[in-house]
């Protein structure tokens, strides 16, 4: 495997944890404004995100520094042709966090609680949303030779094709959040809350399946370069996701919580290297590739050591953290 | 395209105005993400030494407000690391290729302190004391790391080193050689010590209010105290480092040097002018103190050193700001040496009696000292960021190659803008919410007796 390769690989798997995770935390804030009145829903998602996110939330700042520091030119062109969606993501991105790390306790005694809660929720739909369409947006002008040809080319993120990915990335925040919160229900024996979340689970993966064979089809009709691609090197992951996303469905209905979880981890990864796949080598466009943007051997080489390091600190320190939160709390003496 | 009152000002000065602005505030949270969890440290140390609640009270609430600092902290360097790419993709696409090695690694240290930081926080009743407290060692570790690996690419920026340019594309990388340019060293201690200093006043000075206003207790007398001993270390060494820091700019940054100076003409044997009060528009500073041949002296260890004068340099390689800068500069300067001799004078005091000096002066002095400690920050990087224009990277990439062609940013600058002011009142109410609380596992008479 050639240099630039294997760092867009790593890039790949930083990609990958931060919508899987990061992305379960934002659409624990999706069920929070679902959640209406009930606080017990919102205690519950607070209990699952609140020790997780922010290091969730590292993969994206990760993800970013791979990006200019192994791919420069591709930064460059992206954050030229992407500047509306991407500051949108940002200001929900820090909105999002800002509220979720100010609001006290998720138990609403005040206004100032219920405000920040809403605009949790609120900034939680958005950055998932604008993610998926710069997604959708990628796809769509990396597999035309006539969209994707100038040096920062346009990018259609408001398609209809973008806008469905876009849709389809908040629901599966959804669906991920309702696996996670039901399951450390069940594990904390509150089986009669779990069922709120997984009626959440259900709606959101059926949006999922939905939007899941709507992509594909729009793509015929309306981007014939993404449903080529789609069925050439993407077709076995596509295959892949909707089937684990089908499993999903299924496991939920049968309140098999872990087989969900697993099987909506799964859908998601399979969208992503569907993404992937369907435009590599390309980054942006049909010029900056992972060979032509690529920054010198020796930079590339610093990189690739720089994010084994960080691979080999972060995966056991990430392990405690989850283990840390799985044991039950100590007796409180004082 | 909303851009009313902002499209008076240009492409390159919304973009400009809006890095800046996400910087001087990002500062504010990376300062305290620094100082503060080795405060937490220190005082949760304390309370397992001796088992005084009053160390466990300092140290929960000092960590509840470290969470709150970090959410919004990491979120504003999250705009950062956006921003390089939405404003200046032509600086990131040069530049990414040669300072990568060192944001890869801040992206360790953050993953590091982002995990341990949640470990800590919601860990107080899932680990043993000794095991909390362990958990927050690796966050005073990789909060000082992220620091580090962030300054030497800004000192890079300064003192560019580690690559060749042949027919304008980057070639001969050396990642190493980049991130360890002549200015790392200095530039980084000065930024660890300026965020320890800062902390450490801004908590002596939130503890000086409370005594003010008659709260004299011990939790208030601990919490001045391990902040000013903490100070009282470092601000001599942050004099020392600051000399060092400016023998590198003097060696490497000449306009810089002559900007921060206020040398217009090339001198000999330059004097060092001490308190000129500089205005825009006119040669010459105001209520100047010129001591002979101390700039020469300083700068380049030679009381007869010439010292190139900023009217040497063509007009499109200096800054159109030198007199403001020289303003951060000798402001900085001036608060150090206030900051100095007021923890010197503290602890004199201490030495005498048991407590420190309790009167009304000395703790107004306290009060005010925390707030200029954090503007000594600030002025600090606007000497760093407007001493190098016109240049991004200094002597080879001008700022205004750098920024975005995409039009736009009067807007992008107006939202952000906003969302600062916004994010500000947020963080000052949440904070004072949590320092309304009654102080947890304290009863009011422990409190008196303690």
Not at chain 1, 115 to 130: E, N
Not at chain 2, 297 to 322: E, M, Q, S, W, Y
Not at chain 2, 431 to 438: G, L, Q, S
Request: net charge positive.
């Amino acid at each position: 495997m050639s240099l630039p390769a294997l760092i867009a690989m790593l890039l790949g798997i930083s990609l990958t944890s931060y919508a899987l995770f990061a992305g379960a935390d934002f659409g624990g804030g999706i069920l929070d404004l679902l959640a209406g009145n009930r606080d017990k829903d919102r205690q519950a998602i607070a209990a699952t995100i609140g020790p997780v996110w922010e290091a969730n939330h590292v993969w994206l700042i990760f993800s970013i520094t791979l990006l200019f520091s192994a791919f420069p030119a591709a930064f460059s062109a992206l954050g030229t042709a992407l500047l509306a969606p991407f500051t949108v993501a940002l200001l929900a991105i820090v909105l999002r966090s800002v509220a979720l790390g100010l609001r006290a306790s998720p138990r609403g005694p005040g206004r100032s609680e219920v405000l920040l809660s809403r605009l949790f929720g609120a900034a939680s739909l958005v950055a998932p949303f604008a993610f998926g369409v710069v997604a959708g947006g990628l796809a769509k002008v990396s597999t035309s030779a006539r969209l994707g040809a100038a040096p920062v080319p346009q990018v259609p993120w408001t398609s209809p094709f973008a806008l469905t990915i876009g849709a389809l990335a908040a629901a599966l925040c959804t669906q991920l959040a309702s696996c996670f919160v039901a399951l450390r229900l069940i594990g904390s024996d509150e089986p009669r809350l779990a069922e709120q979340f997984r009626r959440r689970g259900l709606q959101a993966g059926t949006c999922v399946l939905l939007l899941g064979l709507a992509a594909p089809t729009i793509a015929a009709a309306a981007a014939p370069g993404v449903w080529h691609r789609l069925i050439g090197a993407a077709l076995p992951l596509l295959v892949a996701g909707v089937a684990a996303s089908a499993l999903s469905l299924l496991a939920l209905s049968r309140r098999r919580y872990l087989l969900a979880r697993g099987a909506c981890l799964l859908t998601g990864a399979a969208v992503l290297w569907g993404w992937f796949a369907s435009q590599a080598p390309h980054l942006i466009g049909s010029r900056l590739t992972i060979h032509t943007a690529a920054a010198t051997h020796a930079a590339l080489m610093s990189i690739a050591i720089a994010g084994g390091v960080v691979l080999l600190l972060v995966l056991p320190a990430m392990y405690l953290l989850f283990a840390v939160f799985a044991r039950p709390e100590l007796e409180v003496t004082e | 395209m909303i851009t009313p009152p902002l499209a008076v000002i240009s492409h390159l000065t919304a973009g400009r105005s809006q890095i800046g602005t996400s910087l001087s505030f990002h500062l504010f949270f990376a300062v305290l993400g620094v100082g503060l969890p080795l405060m937490m440290l220190v005082a949760e140390g304390m309370y397992l030494r001796t088992g005084d609640p009053v160390w466990r009270a300092l140290a929960r609430r000092w960590s509840k407000v470290f969470g709150v600092l970090f959410a919004v902290g990491a979120a504003s360097g999250t705009i950062i690391s956006f921003e390089l790419g939405l404003l200046f993709p032509r600086f990131m696409a040069y530049a990414g290729g040669i300072i990568g090695l060192p944001f890869s690694l801040e992206g360790a240290a953050f993953f590091i302190e982002a995990i341990f930081v949640g470990i800590y926080l919601y860990g107080w009743n899932r680990l043993s004391p000794r095991a909390h407290w362990l958990s927050g060692i690796p966050i005073a570790i990789s909060a000082v790391a992220s620091a580090f690996f962030i300054v030497t690419a800004n000192a890079w920026m300064n003192v560019p080193r580690g690559f060749q340019i042949v027919h304008g594309r980057v070639t001969h990388v050396d990642p190493l050689a980049a991130m360890f340019n002549p200015a790392w060293a200095t530039e980084t201690s000065h930024m660890v010590f300026g965020a320890y200093l800062a902390t450490a006043f801004g908590i002596a000075a939130v503890y000086a209010v409370g005594m003010l206003r008659g709260r004299r207790d011990a939790y208030h007398r601990k919490a001045i105290a391990v902040a000013l001993s903490m100070a009282a270390i470092l601000a001599p060494l942050q004099l020392a480092v600051g000399d060092l820091l400016g023998r590198t700019v003097a060696h490497h940054q000449p306009a810089t040097l002559a900007a921060i100076e206020g040398v217009n003409h090339t001198e000999h044997g330059a004097g060092l002018n001490i308190g000129g009060f500089p205005l825009p528009g006119r040669s010459g500073d105001v209520l100047n103190v010129k001591v002979p041949h101390l700039l020469g002296l300083l700068a380049f260890d030679n009381p007869n050193a010439p010292v190139r004068g900023l009217n040497t340099f063509p007009k499109a390689d200096r800054t159109p700001l030198a007199p403001y800068i020289r303003l951060a500069f000798i402001s900085m300067v001036g608060i150090g040496t206030g900051l100095i001799a007021l923890s010197l004078w503290y602890w004199l005091r201490r030495r005498r009696g048991t407590d420190g000096p309790e009167d009304r002066l000395t703790l107004m002095a306290v009060a005010a000292a925390g707030p200029a400690a954090f503007l000594a920050n600030e002025l600090g990087w606007l000497v760093s960021e407007l001493g190098r224009q016109p240049w991004i990277v200094y002597g080879v990439f001008r700022t205004s190659s750098g920024i975005t062609t995409s039009p736009g940013l009067g807007a992008t600058f107006t939202a952000f803008t906003l969302l600062y002011v916004g994010l500000t009142a947020l963080t000052v109410w949440s904070v004072r919410r949590i320092a309304r609380k009654p102080v947890e596992g304290l009863s009011v008479p422990a409190l008196r007796v303690a």
